[in-house]
């Protein structure tokens, strides 16, 4: 959590970022209490109140618990699958780097064979596991609403809402984060470049030393022209980076 803070990938980062310890990481605990505890408030609520029991029996667990350990389950099983999806793009990002050689890394001869079988597998099975509540969900109609089918209805029903939540929340930001940077500076690159110099002027550094950090973890030298006229500026040349 620290490093998104000290990377400005979160709000509030200006204002956290010089209260960052070394040796502590206060910030990083309380950021993610801040967050986890409305988050664990709202899905227990649901869970409690609107989910069914599929797994555990309230009498053993208590009123509504069982309940809540099946919306759970069901928000770590999406959880499970959108990380593979996660794990499926950067694959294929490896993939695409061999033909472009964008980013220097050190080269295997099984990486290929090895990236295509698990893309194959990986996309196969999530892609599987998409489908299938979706279409459950769609197939409703052919079921009677009545108090015999109800938890058919609640649990589909709940389990793709879920899932378009959890997409949401883990993808919208980023598009909407970018779209404001375009809007305000012209592209993302441009939005990127004034966040590095709010930053170094927040951490008391210089905007050569923020923007050198950033390009170092880009891992390549195939900057964009926004980033080459960065460098320009603090009179650093492409060819003296050290990747």
């Known amino acids: 959590m620290e490093d998104l803070i000290k990377k400005f990938e979160l709000p509030f980062s200006m204002k956290l970022i010089n209260k960052i310890s070394p040796n502590k990481v206060v910030v990083g605990m309380q950021y993610n209490l801040i967050l986890a505890v409305p988050v664990v408030i709202i899905a227990s ?5 609107g989910y069914i029991d599929n797994s555990y029996s309230d009498a053993d667990y208590g009123t509504g618990v069982g309940r809540i350990y099946s919306f759970s389950d069901l928000m770590a099983n999406w959880t499970s699958v959108i990380a593979f999806v996660y794990i499926v793009i950067a694959i294929m990002g490896g993939l695409a780097n061999r033909k472009t050689n964008k980013i220097k890394v050190n080269k295997s001869k099984i990486f290929v064979p090895s990236a295509v079988c698990a893309i194959f597998t990986m996309v196969v099975s999530v892609s599987l596991t998409f489908f299938q509540p979706i279409a459950d969900a769609l197939l409703l109609y052919n079921i009677p609403f009545n108090d ?33 940077m375009i809007k305000r500076y012209g592209s993302v690159s441009k939005g990127e470049l004034a966040k590095l110099r709010i930053k170094s002027e927040v951490k008391k550094t210089s905007f050569k030393q923020e923007l050198l950090d950033y390009i170092e973890t880009l891992k390549t030298k195939d900057l964009n022209d926004d980033l080459k006229a960065a460098l320009k500026e ?7 980076l050290i990747i």
Request: glycine share 4%; net charge negative.
């Open 45 to 49: 609520l649901i869970g409690g109140l």
């Open 148 to 180: 015999q089918y109800k938890n058919v209805y609640i649990s589909r029903i709940l389990l793709v809402l879920v899932l378009f939540v959890f997409l949401f929340i883990m993808f919208i930001p980023i598009l909407i984060e970018n779209q404001l």
């Open 234 to 240: 603090v009179n650093v040349e492409v060819d003296e």
